[in-house]
């Protein structure tokens, strides 16, 4: 499975910080664009079986920014993080892997089921 970071709303700087990061660590980055927050993540990261559909996202922004990791283990995930940390770079708040679970969900579904836990931790 291709080791890919799916990236959503990231600002110049925090993309710019990302790609650096993966591509010192082989890792493939496909930033996602408005119109396909309704594609299934498995679809959006090309993995086999999935197919991007016909559908346009018409929602609103998202208010916070997401990168979704999809074919990296943890201990790569950690060192990404740890990079990314020494950078300086403002945090990307919201993240999350590729799972059995998730692979079906669109975009919008991830981030909703993402902001709903943030908010349980930073309560606004």
Known sequence: MA???LTFGLGKEKIKVVRSIAQKNRIQIKEISRKDYNQKLGALAGIQGFAKEKVI??????PLEMIVFSG???AQIDTFLADYKQT?????PLKAIITPQNIFWTVETLFKELWK???S???E
């Open 3 to 5: 080791q890919i970071i």
């Open 57 to 62: 996202y018409n929602g609103p922004d998202f």
């Open 72 to 74: 990296i283990d943890s």
């Open 88 to 92: 300086g770079a403002q945090p990307v």
């Open 117 to 119: 836990e943030h908010l």
């Open 121 to 123: 931790f930073f309560p």
